[in-house]
């Protein structure tokens, strides 16, 4: 299904198809998929000529579909949805993470890069009062010293049912600096 619909939209632009980056995101767990989808990397980077570089599979968390990434030999890049620094906060805004808590996921995240070389882009959805303090920064900063990774910050796009709010611009720029402050 990922290689159709990619078919779909780039053969109808008329574009070469191999000049473009790939996301695995927003159709379910790619990870929980993880057969499929590592026959559709394969097949973009065979068939279509998209390098593995130019390839994001970005994940909840599945601690160990991540280390049976790392040993695929794959360039892929790995995104983590992570959002919060603590068991405590991140189990409260996604459930995955009773089954796979922060620690066993930075475990899997570490082996990755070991193994692969590569860098692990840590996602995190800044939420008003909620993940955006100084005190979460710094938990972060610590949580991730060492890594071979980068933090993405994104802007909440408020959705019914979740209550979170945006987070106030001087608060993000608060945040970012205390962040820089762990490298």
Not at 106 to 117: K, N, Q, W
Request: charged share 20%; proline share 6%.
């Amino acid at each position: 299904e990922p290689l159709g619909n990619y078919n779909v939209v780039f053969m109808g632009m008329g574009e070469p198809l191999g000049n473009y980056n790939v996301v695995f995101m927003g159709m379910g767990e790619p990870l929980g998929n993880y057969n499929n989808v590592m026959q559709a990397v394969r097949r973009m980077n065979s068939e279509i000529g998209i390098g593995a570089r130019h390839i994001t599979i970005s994940t909840v968390g599945l601690a160990p579909r991540i280390r049976r990434l790392a040993q695929e030999g794959l360039q892929v890049k790995l995104a983590i949805s992570l959002h919060a620094a603590n068991d405590r906060e991140r189990s409260a805004i996604m459930p995955v993470n009773r089954r796979f808590p922060v620690e066993e996921l930075l475990s899997a995240c570490r082996d990755y890069v070991e193994a692969t070389g590569r860098r692990v882009s840590f996602e995190w959805a800044l939420i008003a009062g909620q993940n955006d303090t100084p005190e979460m920064a710094h938990e972060l900063g610590r949580l991730l010293r060492g890594m071979l990774c980068h933090v993405n910050l994104i802007p909440l796009n408020p959705t019914k049912g979740f209550d979170g709010r945006p987070s106030a611009p001087a608060d993000v720029k608060g945040f970012i600096a205390v962040l820089g402050q762990h490298g």
